[in-house]
């Protein structure tokens, strides 16, 4: 775990102050599973870990059980949480209706021919995933695609809102790939969104986009079967709203 974690503190040099790369360096962590769901997290271990003092850790504690991705217990410790499912299906609600509006948006204003190529870019490098099986650099191009939407149509805001709404979702994103959500299917859907921008079709793109957003109603059940110890109760309720949707 610690060549891990040191190894994500030296991608993220470049991303300001001690106290920034160390949240950003957890918050990746628990994403990616490196810190699992239920796991103890020790403040002088990971100072240790990143040879800083305890005070950025305990900032960082604080930052992610704000973004509900610990719980820190007074007098017993700080934990990762298990995935809330109800937290996972609120985000995706949230980012679903932000993405949307930003997909509508791009098809309707046009879209600047050095951000398609961009896009198209991103989507040329997610494909080279699927042969080289590397997940984790998909998961990264899969955010860089979105980012570069949301910024190439001028809606900076709408990504950090998304950015700080998603960390439960993310998880179950990062679960689901490939097994549960193959590369190939979603890289094709990243291809119709951008086309459907190109060709200025703006119901196409939403429906693109709103397809997309919702795939992980269809991996959510099976993830939970899969990994119940890293999941909170509320299968039932997952189960109810996937088959809202198909209906």
Known sequence: MNTTLQSL????????????????????????????PGQALSEKELADTFAVS????????????????????????????????????E???????IEVAVARAAAEQGLAPRVLAELNELIERQRRCETTTDYDRFFLLDEDFHRALSLGVGHSAAWRVTEEVKAQLDRVRYLSIPESTPIPKLTDQHQMIVDAIAGRDVDAAAQAMRLHQREILQSLPGLVQRFPEMFDAGVQRAEALVKEVDA
């Open 9 to 36: 503190w030296q991608d993220t040099l470049d991303d300001g102050s001690v106290r920034q790369r160390l949240y950003r360096v957890l918050r990746q962590s628990i994403i990616r599973m490196v810190l699992a």
């Open 91 to 97: 985000a995706r609600f949230v980012r679903e209706a």
């Open 54 to 89: 305890r005070q950025p850790v305990r900032e960082a504690f604080i930052r992610l059980s704000e973004a509900g991705l610990v719980e820190v217990r007074p007098q017993r410790g700080t934990y990762v949480v298990k995935i809330s499912q109800q937290a996972v299906l």
